[in-house]
């Protein structure tokens, strides 16, 4: 799961409209800590069920009077990632984008997953709240983009690492 910005009644009904449960869920990860993206109740069910969340260091300190949150934390499900890549518990490799979007720190991530069938990997980047794109963001090779925008200006996109892609695994 990518951000848990919608109440846990809301989340329950969107993933059960997939079929699936909020203990199907392996890890969520936060691309920064606007309310709509970090949602107590959603954060309290998320630890109710067991499921780590993973955000940057600097989130906490932002996050730590949120409900839900301390819930994560007492429970030991708080990870963090940080300027390198990273792997899920369900065998994708995570690559953290610094993306332009308010104050304090914001994500998007590349994931990077091997194709079981033809050992081909397969990239998704997902960045939110862009409000555009420009032409960097284009440039970068083979990537589907899945951009959602609820922001009337511009954003720019700043890469964590110089590398135009994560190494594979």
């Given amino acids: 799961l990518i951000d848990a910005g919608i109440s846990a009644r809301a989340l329950q009904k969107r993933l059960a409209m997939?079929?699936?449960?909020?203990s199907d869920l392996t890890e969520a990860i936060l691309t920064h800590t606007h309310s709509d993206h970090a949602n107590g109740t959603a954060?309290?069910?998320?630890?109710?069920h067991q499921i780590p969340f993973r955000c940057h260091p600097t989130h906490e300190n932002q996050l730590s009077a949120r409900e839900g949150f301390l819930s994560l934390k007492e429970a030991?499900?708080?990870?963090?990632?940080?300027?390198?890549?990273?792997?899920?518990?369900?065998?994708?490799?995570?690559?953290?984008?610094?993306?332009?979007?308010?104050?304090?720190?914001?994500?998007?991530?590349?994931?990077?997953?091997?194709?079981?069938?033809?050992g081909m990997i397969g990239s998704i980047a997902y960045f939110a709240d862009l409000g555009c794109?420009?032409?960097?963001?284009?440039?970068?090779?083979?990537?589907?983009?899945?951009?959602?925008?609820?922001?009337?200006?511009?954003?720019?996109?700043?890469?964590?690492?110089?590398?135009?892609?994560?190494?594979?695994?």
């Fill in 18 to 22: 997939m079929g699936m449960r909020i």
């Fill in 43 to 48: 954060m309290q069910a998320l630890a109710d």
């Fill in 76 to 118: 030991g499900l708080v990870l963090h990632y940080g300027d390198d890549s990273f792997h899920s518990g369900v065998g994708v490799e995570i690559a953290p984008i610094r993306l332009r979007h308010g104050a304090g720190l914001t994500f998007g991530f590349r994931i990077n997953h091997r194709l079981s069938r033809s």
């Fill in 133 to 169: 794109w420009n032409d960097r963001l284009v440039r970068l090779p083979q990537w589907l983009l899945w951009m959602t925008s609820d922001s009337p200006t511009c954003s720019t996109v700043q890469p964590v690492n110089h590398s135009t892609a994560p190494t594979p695994f």
